[in-house]
Structure formats: C-alpha cells, structure tokens
C-alpha cells in the first residue's frame, strides 16, 4: 500500500483521470457565495469630497505700480553696457520718458487681460505714496470680500530695505520716499495677491511675512483683552489668504542679459508663450532647428485663444504641461487653492512655473508664498521642448511657401502614455501623470472620444481614481459635455456619470440645475441602448431623485415614472432591480409622484417583481412598495384601498427564502404601521389584552416534565466567540429558555391574496434570537410576550371587535410582524421587533390614564428574567386600572369616569376607541397620519421624560433603512472591467481552489481504491471522544478530515486524525426545537454548514472549524408548516411531550417526530425539505426561493429523503412505512410515480442509489432492509437486521450499510445481508459498553462509520489498517 500512496502523490500518474475528476468540480455550482451573503448590506463608507471648492473666488480689481522713473537709473545697482532694457516689450528709451511710461503702462493692462479682461485696471505710473494708499484702499473698497491684484515694478527705484520698505517718489521726483509694506498690507487688506518685480525682492516677502504674523498677535491680543489700547484701534485685517510672487531671492540681482527684456519676470507671467520662444531660441540646442531666428518668432501665425492655429495650439500644450507639472508635484490642497480656485491666480502661477525654469537659468530664483517645491527640472518640461521644436521647425516653410500647418502629436502620445498605465500598471501605485492632460483633451474634438474612454476606464479603478480624477477639475468638463448631443459620447458619459454619482451624490444638485437629467432619462428611454448603459442612466437617475425634492420634480416632469415602468420586465436583472429603486426614491415622501404612479397603476406592475428570480430584484421592488405606501400626505379612502392592496401583496413574501428580502419587508410594513399608527395601535391594545388575559402560564416557566436528556455537565457551554451576524444569541446560550412553536401564524404561500382568509392559517414555528440581546431590557413586549400572542391571539374575537373588510389588515400585518419578529435570521427578528414594540410602546403611552403616566411606573427597574418583566409592563401599560373588569376608556385623553365599563359583559372583547374616541370603523378612521410625535427616536427624547421605560435605543426610528439601496450602489463604485479574482488564473483563490480540487480528486481515488478491494471488516476504532451535547446528527465532510456533530441546538467540529475539537457553536434554534439534519454545501470547494431544526428552519453557517468566528451566512423558514402531530397524537399538550422525549427513544412507539428531513443536489443547486408535513418542499438556492411543492399524498410524516439529479426523481421514506417516489418534473397531481408499501412500520432510512439503473434501498424500525427496483412494484429483495432500529445509514459507494440499535450495538452489513461487524464495546476504557445509538453516518468516499451515542460518545469506524 506504501508503494501505492507514493504512486498517488506523484502528479505524473494516471493524470487524465485525475483530470476528468477536476473537470467535474469546476462545473459544480457554488451556493450561497454571491457577494449578498459575504459582505454587510450597507453602503461603502463615503469619502470625504475636497474637491468642491467651497470659496470660489475672482481678482475683480488689479493695481498696476510702476515706478521706472525713465532716464534717471536708482543709485544702488550698477548696470551692464548694453543692458536688459525693454519693459513690457517696449524700449524706454525710443521715446520721450513720459510717453514711454503711459505706453508701458497701457501695455502692462494689455497683457494681464488677456488673462482676466473683466477685471477693473488702475495704473499707477511713477507714484507718490498717498497715491499708491488712495489707489490700494479705493479697490479693496469696491472688491469687497474678492481678490485685489497688487504688481509693483521697481526698476527705477532702490532695492527694497531690510525694515520692509519698498521706494516710491516725491511730488516733485527729487527723493525716493520709502513705504513700508505693513501699511501696504492694511492699505490691501485680505484676499490679496502681490507680484514684485524687482531686484532682491525676496526681502518684501519676508518682511511681509513677519508683519502678518505681528498682525495675528495683535489680533490675539485685542481678543483677549478688551481694554488694551490695541483693541480700541480699528483691527488690523489677518494676512493669512494673501499670495505673493517675487522676481527673485533676497539677495539676487534681476538678470541684465540685453537679449532679455528688463522685466523677465513679470514677461514669464504675462507673456509666457512669446518668452519662452525666445528663451528656447537663446539656447544652443535651437541650433538643430535650422532657419528659426527671434524675428520669425515675431511672427508665428494664429492667436492664443484659437487652439487649432500654431499659437494657440502651443498655448494649450503650454496650459496642460504646467498644470500637470504642478498637480504632480503640489501637495493637493495646495493645489486646488492656487490652481483651482481663481483663474488669475492659477494662470499667474502656472506662468511662474515657467519663470522658475526660464530665470532659474540666469541665476535667479523667483519666490512665491505660499511656497511651491521646485519644478524646474520637471520631465514634462521636455515634452514642452519637444512640442516647441516640432512647431517652430515648421514655421519657415508656413511663413515663406504657405504649406499647412501639422499639428502636434502631444496630445496623442500623452493619452498614449494614459493608456500603457492603465494597462500595465499594478494596483498600489503613483497616480498617472498624465491626468490633467487628459482633462485638458477633452477640449478638443478630435480626440475627445478616446479620452472619455480611457477617464472611463481610470475611474473604474475605484473610488480613490474618482476622487483624484475631480480634484483635478474634471467636472465641469463632463457636465458641459451633457449638452453634446453626440450619440458615441453617451455611452462614455452615462458610465463617467454612474462612476462620479456612486462616489460623490452630492453632485445631483448640479445635474439638476444644469438639466443634466434630461439627458440620462433620453437615454433610459432609448430602446436602442444597451441594457447596462440604461442600467447606469436609471442608476444616475435614482441618485438625483434620491431625498432631494429639486430632482423628483425634475424627473417626475420628465416624465422617469413611465420610462421605468416600460422597463420593469427587462431581461437584465440589474437594470430591473435599479428601476425598482428608482421608482421607489422618486415617490418617497413626494406626493405627486405617487398619484402619477397610482394613475400608471405602478403598484400593480410592480407586483410582477415581487416573485423574480433574483433576490435583489425582489429587495428593491419591496423598497419601491414600501415608499409608496410610506408617503405622508392627506389620506383618502381611494388611497387607503391601495395601501391596504399593497401590504397584503407585500405579506406574502413572509417566507422568502432570502434574509434581504425579508429584511426590506419589515421597512416596508413599518412604513404601512406609521401611516397607520392609531389603527395598529388598537390592534396592538386587542393582541396585548389577549395575551394578559390568557390563563395558561409561558412553558419557559414550567419545568418539562418529559425532558429525558442528560443535563449537560460543564464542557457543554458552547465556545462563545462573538460571531459577526449573531452576537445577540450568544447571551441566549445559557437562558434559552425561548418559546414553544409559534402556531398561529403561517401565510400559506399558494394562494395569493385570498391565502389570508382565517382558515389558511396553520402553525409555524420559529424563534428569535433576541432574548437575552443586549437590548433586550429595553423592549415592552419581550420575545416571549410576542411567541405567546402567536399562539393566544384568536381571529374570532378580533375580527367581533371591528368589522373584518377593513380592519383586518392590520390584523394581518400584525401576524406577519409577529411572525418575523420569531424569524431564524437575527437582524430580520431585531427589526421586526423594534417595530413592534414601537407600537405596543405607543399604545399602551396613549391608552395609560394620566395618573399612571405621572407615577413613573414604568421606569421601576425591571426584574431580569423575561417573563416576570413581561408582568411588570402590564400591571403598568397594559391596561389601566379601573373600577370595571375591561379596559374601555383607553382614549388619548385625560380620563373621563367610565361610562360603559360596567355593562360590558366581561366575555366580549373590549370596545377599543382610537384617537379622539371615534368608533374604529372604516368609514370613521381617521385619514390623517398620525406621526411620530416624541416617537420613539432616542434622541429627541433622551433626558426630558420620566415616564419613557429605559432608553429607547430599541425601537424604530419613524424612517428604518436596510442599507439596500447605498449597498446596491456599491456595486458601481467597484471596479466593473476588472476580472474577478477568481477567473484570474493567477490569483491566490484561484490557486487554492485549484488545490481544494486536486485533493478532492485525490480523496475519490484513493478510497475508491479500497472500496473496489471490498471492505470484510469495519470495527477498527479510529476517534473517539466525549461530545459537549448528546449527538443527534453526525456529518462527515466529504474531503476534510472534519466531522461535525449536532446536538439538540449546537454544533461541534472535530478532527477525526488529529482527535481535536475544532469549534464548538450554537445553532441560535430556539429551546423548544431540535437539530434534525445538517448537510455540508459547497463541500467541494468553499463549505458551507446547512442546519435545519424540526420547526422548518433552516441555517446556514461559514468560517467554522479554522480558527475565525462561525457566521451565519442566511437562514430562513424552509417549511413554515410543520405539523405539531405525528401519527396517533391529536392533542397538542401530549404531543409536546412526546416530542421532548430524547429523540432514541423506539419511533415506532410513535413517539418524536421526524422533525424536518432534507437532502442536497450540488450539481442543480436545489435543497430538498420536509418533515412533519405532508408536502415536499424543494427551494433553489440560486434563486433563493421556493420552486416546487409536491405533496405528499400520506397522512403522516416524511422520515428520509434521497434524490438523484440526472433523473430527476426523489424518494421518500414515511412514518406509516410507505416509500413512495415522485417525479418532480410532473405536476402536483402525477407527481407520485411509485408507492411500496411492504415496511409496516416507521421508514428510518430510503436510499436511491445514484446510477441510472439504481435501486431504492429502504429500512424501517423493524429492521426489514428492501431493495426496490424502480419500475416494478414489488421488492427485489429483502434482509431481515437488527430490531429496535434507531439509525441507519448507507455507504454511496462500498455498498455496505450500518445499522445502530437502542440495544446498544451496531451492525454492519454487505450487500449480501452478511453481518461483517458487530461493534458493542468501545476500545479501551475498560471495555466500557457503548451506549444507545443515537445516530450513525458513513463517510461518503472513505469506509468510515461515524456513531453516536446518547453517552455523549462519537466514535469512528473503519476498515482494517492494512486495507487503509
């Protein structure tokens, strides 16, 4: 054998089986593994948005001070021969000195307003220092808060003194006169930008610098001490937004180069096209580009603003180089300050990138505060250089022979560059560079196509690349490209706009103002769109309609209400799904909206949705229900009639097998029980009174008299980790003492509408886990108050109460509330029972006398145990105490004497008036909506009232939320073009998988391999060890040496090769229910637990046996039927009973249910149910729904299940010893293809084998095993085993079946009907003799036999160790 297991492991042999094998598990469907069952329903948490500039600001007023004094230079600087002259492109010196002046001037004006031309422009040539003060303080005047621009040219002045004085002149031009900048700065005042041309002038900004920060103390000072003689002065104004750019350090002279103009500085901001094609012409490298002199460059032809001419082109090129040098290299707030804000300052400062470069060269460095990091060796400089020397290598041959001029590729190779790191990138990385370029194509026609598609697909990278792609100033661009009636664009637009909105929803008010949504309902109306684009347009839609009134009324003239119900039945799911939710947004809490929907019979249409497929789908169309009866204006009765339509169609999704959905049905009908507040509250009032008045004491209070099982000694707590959807049960570990099955309520799921008449209500059971929740102090009505109105709460006396047409909806929707307050999945239980008690909390508020109300009876604090708290509440809220035997004054008001109390014959109910005492009939209920007045919110009511019982942290607040929609928003801020992970091959889940699949083909062969052999003996003991709980379920996992063990409400994990416990957890089933099945989904790949207990729940769990928290992945009410009677036990009370007896005790006594049985198809994704119920159940997993019942045609419990897929047939073992087998591709009537009746007694066990020829194999408790051929109606073959049979099981593939008995012993058999074990003593132990068996499971490849006993032992067989 040793030789064989290293045979096996080398992956060169017999590969092409192997293969095959895997093949077989990558085509097995996964279940319970979309992204609804592994993550929280909830929105991603929203990032914070800076990109908004929150102070948009203009420079509306402009000071242009010159102070060249022509002629005569200052003292202090000592210039070249020849020297740099031209100011402003003008030489001084070619005319008379005051000409020269006012030309310069003028021209200075000139070129700023090309950069701002609604500016107003005062220059101030050569001035006086009260001059320049009268000029300062007039424009700060009349700029009020906006941006004053102050430029100051110092050519004809001394340098600026270290005190922080820069010169200006006398009247008479015979002195210089100094004027210190803090004047100019109180002259200025705030928001203020000052350029200073001039040498040394980085002097200024320091002084500047330190009279700001003079200015601040004083502030501080004048603040603090109202006395001092600084406060009594007009205050300062603070600094702190004013922005300065200076020619050069403090100790630098300007350059005196005679090639150069003398004001560089102020050229590179002003001028920055024309010197830096003189700059680029001074260098050595411009002698590549032949024929090119500075006179040519005169004239280049075309204008700055004309981007398809020469010049205009390399302006543009120009304007996305700096900006992209600057986004790259600022810190971002920085940037959306200078680059963003203002469009002077950010033409200024891109132009001073350009000065940095050019002066940089001439031993200058100009200085700007606040600072910017250097940038002059920057790499896009060299796409400037090469974008420069493509043009001007032109410009001879456009000059002198008129050819055409070819325009730059810059654009092109930049989105080029986009593009490769799009494609190569890897996930953490730097932003692309090239980002504001691609902002600045946009612009242009040519290539604005591909630069919407590749932003489209840097967007889609996620969140971070939405937030980054608007701090560059993307959305202007795409908001004015909404007016593009372009037909390619839309698809690029709607998906851009769906990526911004998922992001950042704060933009639908700009959409709306814009008419942007005009645009997007064009494209949702357009059949020619393809689904996924008008999935994106409907989702766009839904965020501008969403709480924001501009919207809905926006689009409701649009007419959205008629596009989307054209769209309802659309084949993409997600498009379905978003057109629910939008038609839900547009009508929440906007009345017009919904009586255009009422006259489109929206409701109606919407219907369909209730029943779809998909359960988001589902999800969304109850949202859309829910808003629609939720709405807040007048009632009508033609209103009423519809809401009341609505809540009955709604309450038939009681038993969706998705938690989503019936977590959507809670908000929906709490809406419904808002709107109808006073209504539910008398209902609430009739159910409460019931309750208290019913006599029989809660069994969680009795002791069970018929409860054989051992109590648990000390390693039976379960491991109590905090499991992630269900840390409110772990508290019920040690009070579980949740109540019996809750049997009044069950919407039988057929019927439709009519499935509410009393008579369709049977039984269901379920619980909640919200006893022992934290929160659990806090409600008035207790889980067990609840379970108890379930089960007392008698249709008759409601229905002689108020008159049935009307009122028993309420009724209705009450039970539903009930029943999902006992739901199996925790947060669906949680929120129906804070709705609940919101009511009952608000009834018993409004029904209590004044008197009690100031008491404070109800803040007593409470005894801890549910049910004497339950007591507590009603002494104090129930009813009233009053002079007569029932409770009929219960009015709003203060109370009058009882009139009528006395004559009431105690029998009848009593007469319940709602608000302001009118008789609750239909005609006469109030039709306004009550709101929530102090309604049980919290927060508005936290300290002020004495009376409110503790916190009222537990009840609803007047708008619950599922996070559905912000969840299913989610969805478009992922990345959608990216491959998921596990279609990437080289992924890690793809990897592991891969493994999983190699050891699965690897655990088939090896023990196909020895099954093949024959297995002679199986008593080898191979684990055993004392379980936490009596075993009442064992199941191996098909590929893990794992082995989960179910007690009557826990499960514990092993590992049978190392004999450890893995995990042990509770199931959160209710005290009055048992474990009864489990089967491993997924067990291939990823597993999955299923657990089902005999009230017809059923849960699944994840992360179990490794080392993280079990949690539960769904549950719902798989059979919301089940029978409380087996054969032979009518009455309920001897039935409890019987049912409690330890579940090994001889089922042919009739005792203990069957409990609910099920079986798992992996390959078609549908679980199989039933039980105590007289119909087989079958729900699809994929769709989480019910998609078949096929009955039974018996008058008792279904005991065993076993279908085969690729026949499609099921075989069912039943309590009065039939086997019957049914088709399922039948109808309900044919369905039934077989019946055998040859067991007399309780079937344990009927197994269809898997190939196509066979067999069923059935066993009852006699211990009679027959083999039926499907096709004949007789057995072809029978063995007589062990009697007194309390489990049995069947091995898939060895064709060996084991037998366990009460008589404590097991019996393993062949298929001969040989016996080739007896196993009835444990090993070692003394030989300790095993106890009765209460289940027994095969493994389904190895020859391993898993037993337990009710000794709490779980031992393991197999074949002889040779064989192994």
């Known amino acids: 054998m040793k030789m064989d297991s290293e045979l096996l492991l080398s992956p060169a042999v017999c590969l092409a089986e192997e293969e095959e094998a895997d093949m077989s598990d990558w085509n097995l469907p996964l279940a319970f593994m979309k992204k609804r069952h592994s993550e929280k329903i909830e929105g991603s948490k929203a990032l914070a948005q800076s990109w908004r500039m929150k102070d948009r600001m203009k420079t509306v007023s402009v000071a ?721 108050t609840i379970d108890k109105m379930r089960r007392v709460s008698s249709y008759s006396s409601l229905n002689s109460l108020i008159g049935v047409s009307f009122n028993s909806v309420y009724t209705q929707i009450w039970r539903v509330l009930l029943h999902l307050a006992a739901d199996p999945f925790p947060e669906v239980s949680d929120l129906a029972m804070k709705v609940l008690n919101s009511i009952a909390y608000k009834a018993t508020m409004n029904a209590r006398p004044q008197r009690i109300l100031d008491s404070g009876s109800l803040t007593q604090s409470a005894p801890a145990s549910p049910t004497s708290k339950v007591a507590h509440i009603h002494q104090a809220g129930g009813s009233p105490p009053m002079p007569s035997a029932s409770s009929s004054s219960l009015t709003n008001e203060v109370p009058k004497p009882p009139t009528r109390g006395g004559e009431q014959p105690p029998t009848r109910p009593p007469y319940t008036p709602t608000l302001g005492g009118q008789a609750p009939h239909s005609h006469q209920f109030p039709r306004t909506r009550k709101m929530f007045d102090k309604g049980p919110s919290g927060s508005e009511q936290a300290g002020d009232d004495a009376d409110d019982p503790g916190g009222h942290k537990a009840y609803m607040n007047a708008n619950l939320s599922t996070g559905l929609c912000d969840w299913s928003a989610k969805y478009f801020a992922q990345p959608v073009m990216k491959i998921p992970e596990e279609h990437d091959v080289e992924s890690q889940v793809r990897k592991e998988r891969e493994w999983r699949f190699l050891r699965n083909a690897r655990v088939r062969k090896q023990s196909q391999r020895i099954t093949q052999r024959g297995v002679t003996r199986l008593d080898d003991q191979i684990f055993i060890n004392r379980n936490p709980g009596v075993p009442s379920v064992v199941k191996f996992h098909p590929f893990n040496p794992c082995i989960a063990v179910a007690d009557k409400d826990s499960i514990c994990f092993w590992d049978w090769e190392k004999a450890e416990r893995l995990d042990y957890f509770y199931n959160g089933n209710p005290r009055y229910t048992r474990i009864t099945a489990m089967e491993y989904l997924n067990g291939h790949d990823y597993s999955l637990l299923l657990t089902a207990t005999d009230d017809g729940a059923l849960r699944i769990w994840k992360n179990f046996a490794d080392q993280r928290n079990p949690e539960m992945v769904t549950a719902w009410q798989g059979l919301s039927d089940m029978l409380p009677t087996t054969r032979g036990q009518p009455s309920s009370s001897a039935h409890s009973l019987a049912r409690r007896v330890s579940i090994y005790l001889d089922r042919s006594k009739g005792q203990g249910g069957a409990g609910m049985v099920v079986d798992w198809e992996q390959e078609t994704g549908l679980l199989m149910t039933s039980g105590d119920v007289r119909v087989i159940r079958i729900w699809d997993t994929e769709r989480e729904m019910k998609v078949q019942d096929i009955p039974t045609g018996a008058d008792s419990c279904v005991t065993s299940l076993s279908c085969d897929s690729q026949r499609s047939l099921i075989a069912a073992g039943l309590g009065d010893g039939s086997v019957r087998l049914y088709d399922r591709r039948m109808g309900a009537n044919e369905c039934r293809v077989m019946t055998y009746r040859e067991h007399s007694s309780w079937v344990v066990k009927a197994h269809l084998q898997k190939q196509t020829d066979g067999k069923i194999i059935s066993v009852s408790v006699d211990g009679d095993v027959r083999f039926f051929e499907l096709r004949s109606p007789d057995s072809v073959n029978v063995l007589q085993t062990v009697k007194g049979l309390t489990a049995l099981d069947i091995h898939p593939q060895a064709n060996l079946f084991a037998c366990g008995s009460m008589n404590q012993f097991i019996a393993v058999y062949n298929s001969n009907g040989d016996v080739i074990s007896n196993i009835k003593y444990y090993d070692g132990f003394m030989g300790q003799r095993i106890g009765a068996i209460s289940c027994l499971a095969f493994h389904p490849y190895w020859p391993h036999l898993a037993v337990g006993s009710n000794d709490y032992y779980m031992s393991i067989y197999s074949a002889e160790k040779r064989l192994r």
């Not at 005051?98 to 070129?111: D, F, H, P, Y």
């Not at 003398?262 to 490298?285: E, G, H, N, V, Y």
């Open 64 to 784: 242009l001070v010159l102070c060249l004094n022509v002629g005569v230079d200052p003292p202090d600087v000592v210039k070249t021969s020849p020297c740099a002259r031209l100011e402003c492109w003008i030489d001084p010196l070619s005319m008379s000195p005051q000409k020269a002046l006012e030309t310069i001037g003028a021209n200075l004006q000139k070129q700023y307003e090309n950069w701002q031309p609604r500016a107003r422009y005062k220059q101030s040539l050569d001035p006086t220092v009260d001059e320049v003060k009268k000029l300062c303080t007039s424009l700060r005047r009349n700029a009020k808060e906006e941006r004053v621009l102050f430029h100051y040219n110092g050519h004809g002045v001394p340098r600026p003194t270290v005190n922080g004085e820069i010169w200006v002149f006398n009247k008479n031009y015979t002195q210089y006169i100094p004027l210190s900048v803090y004047d100019l700065q109180t002259w200025m005042g705030s928001p203020s930008i000052f350029v200073y041309d001039c040498s040394n002038a980085g002097i200024i900004v320091k002084s500047f610098k330190q009279f700001a920060l003079q200015r601040e103390q004083e502030l501080e000072v004048a603040a603090i001490n109202p006395n001092h003689p600084l406060a009594q002065m007009p205050l300062p104004p603070s600094m702190k937004n004013c922005i300065q750019l200076a020619a050069c350090e403090a100790s630098e002279l300007l350059p005196m180069n005679p090639d150069l103009p003398a004001d560089l500085f102020t050229s590179c901001l002003t001028t920055p096209i024309k010197i830096a094609l003189r700059w680029f012409c001074m260098q050595k490298s411009a002698k590549l580009v032949p024929g090119v002199t500075l006179d040519l460059i005169e004239k280049i032809p075309g204008r700055l603003n004309d981007r398809r001419t020469p010049l205009g082109e390399l302006n543009w090129i120009f304007t996305a180089i700096t900006d992209t040098i600057a986004w790259n290299v600022l810190p971002r707030d920085l940037f959306q300050k200078l680059f963003r804000q203002d469009l002077l300052v950010a033409s200024l400062f891109r132009n001073f990138l350009l000065a940095e470069r050019i002066m940089r060269s001439y031993n200058c460095t100009p200085v700007s505060s606040p600072r910017l990091p250097p940038t002059y060796m920057h790499a896009m400089w060299q796409a400037w250089d090469l974008a420069v020397d493509i043009c001007l290598s032109q410009l001879p041959t456009i000059i002198e022979e008129g050819t055409a001029f070819r325009h730059s590729p810059f654009f092109a190779e930049q989105l080029t560059a986009f593009q490769v790191w799009l494609t190569m990138g890897v996930e953490n990385r730097n932003p692309p560079e090239q980002l504001p370029i691609v902002l600045q194509v946009l612009l242009s026609q040519v290539h604005r196509l591909r630069a919407l598609d590749l932003l489209g697909r840097f967007l889609d990278l996620g969140p971070w690349a939405v937030s980054l792609a608007l701090s560059v100033g993307i959305f202007p661009y795409v908001l004015k490209l909404l007016q593009s009636s372009a037909r390619e664009l839309r698809p690029l637009l709607v998906f851009i706009w769906a990526k911004i909105l998922a992001v950042d929803s704060s933009c639908q008010a700009d959409l709306v103002k814009d008419n942007g949504h005009k645009y997007f309902l064009s494209v949702l109306a357009d059949p020619y769109m393809p689904a996924e684009h008008r999935t994106m347009a409907v989702f766009i839609l839904a965020v501008i309609v969403n709480s924001y009134t501009t919207g809905q009324e926006a689009c409701l003239q649009g007419n959205l209400i008629a596009i989307c119900l054209e769209q309802l039945s659309d084949p993409h799911p997600l498009l379905r799904q978003w057109v629910a939710i939008c038609l839900g947004r547009i009508w929440q809490n906007f009345d017009s909206a919904r009586w255009c929907g009422v006259r489109d019979s929206a409701h109606e249409k919407l219907y369909s949705l209730l029943s779809d497929p998909i359960p988001e789908v589902r999800c969304a169309a109850v949202f859309a229900l829910g808003t629609f009866v939720g709405n807040s204006a007048e009632r009508t009765d033609h209103s009423t009639t519809i809401d009341h339509n609505v809540a009955m169609m709604l309450a038939q999704l009681i038993n969706d097998g998705s938690p989503v959905v019936r977590k959507e049905l809670v908000v929906a009908l709490s809406h419904l029980v808002v709107q109808y507040e006073s209504n539910f509250c008398t209902v609430a009032l009739q159910f409460m009174e019931e309750e208290k008045n019913y006599a029989v004491p809660s069994p969680a209070n009795t002791l069970e008299p018929g409860n054989l099982t051992p109590v648990r000694d000390s390693p039976a707590i379960p491991r109590l980790r905090s499991v992630n959807s269900y840390t409110n049960i772990r508290a019920a570990t040690t009070a579980r003492n949740l109540n019996k099955s809750l049997q009044n309520l069950n919407l039988n799921e057929e019927g439709g509408p009519v499935a509410f008449s009393p008579g369709n209500l049977s039984t269901s059971s379920s619980a909640s886990s919200t006893l022992g929740s934290p929160d659990n102090d806090e409600y008035i009505l207790s889980f067990e």
